[in-house]
């Protein structure tokens, strides 16, 4: 039976849950990813209405434990070394609660700066992989941390400019397929640099409603499937460029709540399958923009609560749908 | 001996490690995240730590390490290690490629196999071996995102001319096992279009008839095909061709199947008709002829305008919001 309700409950103490997995060899062979998921699962409650289902203090403690002080940045778990993914996050984590004092800017901005490539794109730490998403991780953290002026905007632009595909859309690295993850990081971050000039807004508009289903549920690229987590990629694109109205909303709730697992919460890729912290966060990223009634609002370009970032200075331009009552 | 057979045989328990330190994962007290392990991850993990923190790059760190790798392909920093080791010891890299090539095919889809090949060609310089490589991947995951980019950074970065040649056969290959695969249009776009002249290929005149001639033949057997439609229109917009050059071809393909297709006749290679089993009109080609309409202004915006509507109340209507934005701007160009 499909679900018609957001189950908002069963999705907190699932996250809750996270902490005590059964599945042991899972569990640890995502460790690389474990910061990651602590911000997933953060924001998710956020965005619930639950920021205060996981404990402050352990989570705090947590992060800090990751510091690698070495590079002078956060690795993903406790002896990790440093990379951009898990210094982000750990940032992200920190702001959220408050906590961003705990942290020396200077090293972890040091360490941000150093990988930037000659190309202007980052890579993710010094083992050296390139990817647009590093680019965005990279002005998203330094403008998290007041620090966006050190960035050389013309050269990481220029980068942004390589990737732009035939078709408006944007890729991996220079000469990659257009992509919607690859999409949402290259716009949310020309939103930051306040370079949205760089983007054809009606081409890629029309690529990013393109990507909805008969089902309702969006894809990556044409002719693949659809997975919830691409309903927040397209998604917050289009909000970005100021046409979300362009996807169908009611057929995109839909197929996301029907890809909850209302035993025992969470949010899969698509109906019936295993649902996991990654799509519970974007699935509920989703709805928020869609104005689904009872949650948070979420900016879109950050990935994070909207009032944080709005005290914070940094809201651009973006319009999600109104929230609704019912 | 092969990892196989050692995979039961913890290395604590093997006396040839008993030299080394192993470092045990840091646990916070009450950790938000705790880990558990299983004997044989945990093993590893903590004699690598031992490794690492001991500076050491041997034979055996190798060994250690595609332990690790197998069991945990995202293990970035295992990685990282691995190649250090390799270039401290001068190891051999093709040999390490062809170990690579194993786990590539079983762990695809992560990042880290695909950056670690990058790094080994970039010191080997031998990409034609990587180019067969990446053709057989393909055949096992065809559309996968990193295997092309993959393949594209190569062709990018050795620049060679007879890798370059080599890749419109390739692609055309890929695109008959699969007209709907996105990435080989892609792939397509970025070696015809993008990759610079190449002899032969002087007259850009003949290469925009050529590929004309490729998408339409694709058009017809596939009017449905959202990638054919969108390489048609890169081509267009690449070259500043006017979407009006295309009216008679795309025509049919707007409005349903018409006696006129079955009826025998000369067969126009310039406008391919739709193939009789194919499911018209195609939206793609609606689109395409209000796109002409609009394009041409004045009474033509009548028309485009009503192919907008008949997408967003019949042939589309999940974009019903789009087709309606469509109408309104246009709307407005009237007025202004």
């Known amino acids: 039976m499909a679900e018609s309700q957001l189950l908002i409950p069963l999705h907190v103490s699932y996250i809750k849950s996270l902490g005590e997995s059964k599945d042991e060899l899972a569990y640890h062979t995502t460790a690389h990813l474990r910061m990651n998921a602590i911000y997933w699962g953060l924001t998710a409650l956020c965005i619930m209405g639950h920021k205060d289902a996981l404990d402050r203090e352990e989570m705090i403690d947590f992060v800090m434990s990751c510091w690698d002080d070495e590079a002078g940045a956060f690795g993903a778990h406790p002896d990790h070394d440093a990379h951009i993914l898990s210094t982000l996050s750990a940032i992200q984590i920190l702001i959220t609660h408050d906590a961003l004092d705990r942290v020396d800017v200077d090293r972890v901005a040091k360490f941000i700066l150093s990988l930037q490539q000659p190309s202007g794109v980052f890579a993710g730490d010094p083992w050296g992989e390139i990817d647009t998403r590093f680019s965005y991780i990279a002005v998203n953290a330094l403008s998290l941390l007041g620090r966006l002026s050190e960035l050389d905007v013309e050269k990481t632009v220029a980068y942004f400019r390589q990737c732009r595909n035939f078709d408006g859309g944007f890729g991996a690295t220079a000469g990659a397929e257009s992509h919607s993850t690859q999409v949402f990081v290259c716009v949310a971050a020309l939103a930051i640099l306040d370079r949205l000039d760089e983007v054809d807004s009606d081409a890629l508009g029309w690529w990013l409603c393109e990507r909805q289903l008969p089902n309702g549920g969006l894809n990556g690229r044409p002719e693949k499937l659809e997975d919830v987590c691409y309903s927040f990629w397209v998604l917050s694109s289009l909000s970005i460029l100021n046409k979300i109205t362009w996807i169908d909303a009611e057929k995109l709730t839909k197929f996301i709540l029907s890809a909850q697992d209302p035993e025992q919460g969470g949010i899969a890729d698509r109906p019936g399958d295993m649902v996991d912290v990654f799509h519970t966060q974007f699935g509920v990223a989703a709805l928020s923009l869609l104005g689904y009634p009872g949650l948070v609002d979420l900016d879109p370009v950050y990935c994070m609560p909207a009032d944080i970032i709005e005290r914070m200075g940094l809201r651009k331009g973006w319009k999600a749908l109104d929230r609704r009552s019912v | ?315 589309d209507t999940i974009r019903k919001k789009y087709w309606e934005y469509r109408i309104r701007e246009a709307c407005q160009k009237v007025t202004t």
Not at chain 2, 43 to 70: C, H, Q, W
Not at chain 2, 116 to 139: C, D, W
Not at chain 2, 224 to 244: F, V
């Open chain 2, 1 to 315: 001996m092969a990892i196989e057979e050692e995979q039961s045989i913890l290395f604590a328990e093997r006396p040839e490690w008993a030299d080394v330190t192993p470092l045990a994962q840091y646990e916070n007290i009450n950790p938000v995240a705790p880990i558990f392990y299983t004997n044989e991850y945990k093993d590893a993990a903590d004699y690598f730590r031992g490794i690492v923190n001991a500076g050491e790059m041997s034979p055996r760190v190798l060994e250690l390490t595609e332990k690790i790798i197998r069991m945990n392909p995202a293990h970035y920093s295992a990685w990282q290690y691995r190649y250090k080791t390799l270039m401290a010891l001068k190891s051999p890299l093709d040999v390490e490629l062809h170990l690579m090539d194993e786990i590539a095919v079983k762990y695809l889809k992560t990042y880290q196999v695909w950056h670690h090949r990058r790094l080994i060609v970039t010191q080997t310089r031998n990409p034609g071996p990587e180019l067969a490589f990446i053709a057989k991947s393909l055949q096992a995951d065809t559309k996968n995102y990193h295997t092309w980019s993959y393949r594209q950074w190569i062709l990018a970065y050795f620049n060679d001319d007879e890798l370059w040649d080599a890749e419109l056969p390739f692609v055309e290959e890929m695109l008959e096992n699969d007209l709907r695969n996105n990435s080989a249009w892609h792939h397509r776009f970025f070696v015809v279009f993008q990759a610079g002249v190449r002899k032969g290929d002087e007259d850009r005149d003949e290469v925009i008839r050529r590929e004309l001639g490729f998408v339409k033949q694709s058009i017809s057997v596939a009017p449905n095909n959202a990638s054919a439609w969108n390489y048609l229109r890169g081509i267009l917009d690449h070259n500043g061709t006017p979407y009006s050059d295309l009216q008679t071809f795309v025509n049919p393909y707007s409005v349903p199947h018409t006696l006129e297709e079955t009826a025998e006749g000369v067969v126009d290679l310039e406008n391919p008709l739709p193939s009789k089993e194919s499911h018209l009109p195609a939206v793609a080609a609606i689109e395409f002829m209000a796109d002409i309409y609009e394009k041409e202004g004045g009474d033509s915006l009548m028309k485009a305008t009503e192919l907008w509507k008949s997408l967003a109340n019949e042939h």
